[in-house]
Every structure is written in C-alpha cells, then in structure tokens.
C-alpha cells in the first residue's frame, strides 16, 4: 500500500505521540530505588538543632563556676539529649529543646526507608555511622552525670568536656565518609539525587 506524503505525515505524528504519552506514564510510575525522602532530611535537620542546643549547652557548664552554676547546664543537656520520656530528664531544670530528644531523633533516622531498603553494602555503612552517633551520644550522657556527681569544679568541667567533644563528634563535620560521619554528613547524603551513596564512597 502507497502512502501519500500527508498519510505519512500523520503516521508520524500519531507514533510520537504514543511515544510521548507512553515516556511521561513511565516517568510517573518509575522512581529511583534509592530517592531521598523528604521527611528523613527534615527529621536530620530537627536532630542537628537540637544536637545544636546540647553542645551550647555543655559548652556553658565547662566554663561555668562556681560548681553550683555548672549544674543546671549539665541537666539541661541531658534534656536536650534524652528528650521527656528520658530516664534522667528533670523538669525542674530547663529545657532548651522541643522534649523530643536528639536519641530519640537518631532511633527515628534509622528506621528511615533509605536505610532499611537500600542495598546492603549502603544499608551497613548507615547503620554503623548511626550507631556510631548514638554511641557518641551514650558517651556523652555517661560524662554528664559524672559530672553531676562531682564535688570539685575542675572535675566536673573535665567531664563536661569529655560530653563536649563526644557531642562534637556526633555532630561530625560535612565531608566525612557516610559510614563514619557524623549527622552533617547523613544531612549532606539524603539531599544527594538517588538518596545516600554506598558506604565506600571516597
């Protein structure tokens, strides 16, 4: 069968309009497996503020004398940090953060589906730089209530320190490895097109 130019023409057209519908349908339903979640990065942001809030914190109380001056910071660190259902939260003292806790901010990072659905090299490297963070924050809770039980100034602003540079670690800086950083770099993943990358990224 002959077709005339203008039959041809429409043939065309007809073709590239199937492809076109058919192109927008499969960008519609296909999304990349590893996409960010916006919420995830909302939720690491809340836990850097109020990571933000616990350092200022510990900073004050190791620079503060006498010893009794020292103390409502201490306590108000481990508010920021254990949030209202903590096990040493104190009402009595003040609480810069939302009662929400930096821990619990973490708990709830690792259940994000970056993490749980993501390959299994990715999925190990997050987790252990989760871990890793909410050990850092152990430590720093650990340090705090030490230096709540001393008796001297110095001692208890020595603690103080060590909860600071624990803290600083849990913070960690933008360009660390995913697997060893700290919450700047997770911030800085979850914001990358595809969501995190492996863990072995140099």
């Known amino acids: 069968m002959i077709r005339t130019k203008l039959e041809g023409d429409q043939a065309r057209k007809g073709t590239v309009l199937v492809l076109f519908v058919l192109l927008l349908f499969s960008a519609a339903a296909i999304q990349p497996s590893g996409a960010s979640n916006p919420a995830t990065a909302d939720v690491i942001?809340?836990?850097?503020?109020?990571?933000?809030?616990?350092?200022?914190?510990?900073?004050?109380?190791?620079?503060?004398?006498?010893?009794?001056?020292?103390?409502?910071?201490?306590?108000a660190v481990l508010n920021v940090?254990?949030?209202?259902?903590?096990?040493?939260?104190?009402?009595?003292?003040?609480?810069?953060?939302?009662?929400?806790?930096?821990?619990?901010?973490v708990q709830e990072i690792r259940q994000a589906p970056e993490i749980r659905g993501a390959t299994e090299e990715t999925r190990v490297g997050l987790e252990n730089a989760l871990q890793n963070i909410s050990l850092y924050l152990e430590q720093a809770i650990a340090h705090t209530l030490k230096a709540l039980d001393q008796t001297q100034l110095d001692a208890a602003q020595w603690e103080m320190r060590q909860a600071l540079a624990f803290l600083s670690a849990a913070k960690g800086r933008e360009k660390e490895l995913t697997a060893v950083g700290g919450l700047l770099a997770l911030r800085i993943r979850v914001g990358e097109p595809g969501g995190f990358p492996p863990s072995s990224e140099k």
């Open 45 to 75: 942001i809340k836990a850097i503020e109020q990571l933000d809030l616990a350092i200022e914190q510990a900073v004050f109380a190791h620079v503060r004398f006498p010893l009794e001056d020292l103390k409502p910071h201490a306590h």
């Open 81 to 105: 940090l254990e949030g209202l259902r903590g096990p040493n939260y104190d009402p009595s003292y003040s609480d810069p953060g939302d009662g929400v806790g930096v821990l619990n901010y």
